[in-house]
């Protein structure tokens, strides 16, 4: 039985937000009309506020209509000229001194209760006015950066290293074909995955007098593919195959061996025999590119089954040692590192094992999520309830820490790759599918850019199978993309840093990057990063139901010394119901399947169309200057593109 969030009722939704558009409709709602100045959401307020204005007429009329009615039942037998002597009708026969305010001694002007009523009316739609003029003049965010100020190189760790779930799924078409739409449009360099020795893959196996074979036919499809399509592995060697594994500890609906080979003998043949075949099919020049990460997580149980599970660290750096020995046998130029932790604890233990031992480690790497304080553990089937850190750069601060740490270690400068990162390691956490996730992700990434020599997003798709064969389109999986290929909100985070020029420019803004690219144009990229959970509020309860964004006030983006000529303007944008494929999910209802008509739809709903294109022209004096409505979550791309008569300089 398919359950569905709380108002998503027999395939329809109730959001508690505005409609959103009509299918195919592209919204425009950052476009300003000619007719209109300022900000847009002034001009959305100005016109909004036109609107209460008519309401407020019609009211004053109908109000006058029945006080009039209500004068006049009052005042029956008086004379009418009465009805107009004033606010109140005093009798002249009564005195003074002792006259009582009864019911009937006078009558209510009905223009003095119109004029009350519009009072009441109009004194918030005053105040919002007021509270327009000053947003307008004041901005809730500024960004200004300078031309010819410029900080460096942009930074390109963001597209180093992209996860995947393993090996064998990497064999599929439509995985591939993920993959390379991600290289074209973003440019992963790397690729990670688990599961390369494993059975699936027909890497070993020994016949019955017990001799052993060696295949790398699946691994060799499997690499020419991403060769190919401009990606190199970044090698994760594991798990053991079944043949040679020492126990029957397994993890995942594919059955991963996680214990240590039955033999060191037979392991070291066979990471030997394999490396050398890739040396003589790819060449020692391209396998020299590649990294060795030795296991994954090895310090978490459900990873690493050892025989004695109290000597579990002992016994990976065995299983450390006679790897990266084996690899360096074939060529001493080829780089491994370790040790794939879940957390840093073994970080430090590894540096000092390499020194003691005369180890190389040519690179730490280990993982980090953005979860909190509840239930920890695998969680490979979704059951468990998971809680965002209330620090929303905890990733990053982990990251940076370790760069300290390792730098005062004695190893400054020793490559720190993240092999595995996300705001949550549950394969069913909605998280995942929400437009939150995109600001979350380039907020870990800007603060990392010094800190990290890559940061490998957990995964690039839903074509996953920890857990099984998903059940449903949005399952709170890990992937940028579904099963289908929808764009999540989290895709385009990368895809706008990939649109970005080479040459960052400097600016004081936390949460953007202002660029600038050889071909005379300019970026800007930036966003809102809002916690929407609290510390007792788990991601189950939050994010599986519609979620409308509040506005965060203007923010206004001023450029200076731009090469003055005419340019075409250009806004994307992600957030509610901005290339948000999953609340587009959520209002057809969460369905289990979809029908060709949804999935269509959903595509249309992430298409990643601009918001609004424009010409615009740049004086002499250089400067660019617009101001755009933010709203929380939100994460925009605006772009300056050159036409003909600019130069770059």
């Known amino acids: 039985m398919t359950h569905l969030p709380g108002n998503l009722k027999a395939g329809r939704v109730t959001p508690s937000a505005p409609h959103c558009g009509k299918k195919g409709t592209a919204r425009r709602g950052l476009t300003r009309p000619a007719a209109l100045s300022g900000s847009p959401s002034a001009n959305w307020s100005q016109r909004n506020t036109e609107r209460a204005m008519h309401l407020v007429s019609a009211a004053m009329f109908w109000t006058a209509k029945a006080a009039w009615r209500f004068a006049s039942r009052r005042s029956a037998g008086r004379p009418r000229a009465d009805l107009y002597s004033g606010c109140l009708r005093v009798p002249k026969h009564a005195q003074f ?23 009441i009316l109009l004194a918030p739609m005053n105040a919002v006015r007021a509270g327009d003029a000053a947003t307008a003049s004041t901005p809730a965010r500024t960004i200004t950066a300078d031309w010819q100020k410029v900080k460096g190189p942009r930074s390109d760790v963001f597209r180093e290293c992209i996860g995947a779930g393993r090996a064998a799924e990497g064999l599929r078409a439509n995985w591939q074909q993920q993959l390379k739409t991600c290289r074209e449009e973003i440019g992963f360099k790397y690729i990670r995955f688990h599961g390369l020795l494993q059975d699936d893959m027909g890497v070993y196996s020994e016949d019955k007098s017990g001799r052993p074979h060696h295949n790398w036919q699946y691994i060799d499809q499997l690499y020419d593919a991403l060769l190919a399509i401009g990606v190199r592995p970044f090698v994760e060697i594991s798990f053991m195959p079944s043949a040679l594994a020492s126990g029957g500890k397994t993890i995942f609906w594919w059955r991963a061996n996680v214990t240590p080979p039955k033999s060191y003998e037979r392991w070291d043949n066979l990471i030997k025999d394999l490396v050398r075949h890739w040396t003589e099919r790819y060449g020692a020049e391209e396998v020299g590119k590649w990294y060795f990460e030795i296991w994954n997580e090895p310090d978490y149980p459900a990873f690493f089954g050892p025989r004695n599970p109290d000597n579990r660290r002992e016994e990976y750096f065995e299983l450390y040692a006679h790897t990266a020995a084996d690899i360096k046998s074939v060529n001493p130029a080829y780089r491994v590192g370790g040790p794939a932790g879940s957390n840093t604890n073994w970080v430090r233990p590894l540096i000092d094992f390499g020194v003691s031992a005369s180890l190389p480690v040519d690179f730490i790497s280990f993982h980090t999520y953005g979860l909190g304080d509840g239930p920890g553990g695998l969680d490979e089937y979704g059951e468990q309830l998971h809680y965002l850190s209330s620090n929303l750069e905890a990733p990053a601060d982990i990251i940076r820490q370790q760069r300290r740490a390792i730098d005062a270690a004695g190893r400054p400068g020793l490559p720190i790759h993240i092999t595995e990162w996300s705001t949550s390691y549950s394969p069913r956490d909605p998280v995942h599918d929400s437009y939150f996730s995109a600001p979350y992700i380039l907020q870990q990434l800007k ?14 798709t839903d074509i996953f199978e920890e857990a099984g064969p998903p059940l449903m389109p949005f399952h709170g999986g890990f992937g940028l993309l579904t099963l289908q290929g929808i764009r999540k909100p989290a895709y385009f985070a990368y895809l706008f840093l990939g649109r970005l020029g080479p040459t960052e420019l400097e600016n004081d803004d936390a949460a953007s990057w202002v660029c600038r690219d050889d071909r005379g144009g300019a970026q800007i990229l930036l966003w809102d990063l809002t916690r929407l959970t609290d510390e ?12 409308p964004a509040k506005p965060k006030g203007d ?38 399947q979809l029908t060709r008509a949804q999935e269509q739809e959903l595509r249309e709903a992430s298409s990643g169309r601009p918001e609004f294109e424009r010409e615009i022209k740049v004086g002499p004096d250089g400067r660019f200057e617009e101001t755009l409505p933010l709203r929380e979550n939100d994460v925009l791309l605006l772009t300056l593109k050159p036409q003909s008569g600019v130069s770059a300089r």
């Open 97 to 119: 001194w002792n006259w009582r305010l009864s019911p009937n001694a006078f009558a209510p002007h009905p223009f003095l209760l119109c004029t009350i009523f519009a009072a």
């Open 447 to 460: 603060l990392t850019e010094q800190a990290a020599a890559s940061m490998s997003y957990w995964v690039f």
């Open 555 to 592: 923010v206004r983006l001023n450029l200076a010394n731009v090469p003055a000529g005419n340019y075409q303007l250009a806004l994307w944008q992600v957030g509610f119901a901005k290339n948000d494929a999953y609340s587009a999910y959520l209002k057809l209802g969460a369905p289990a």
């Open 536 to 547: 007792k509020t788990s991601n189950q309860a939050v994010f599986r139901k519609w979620l």
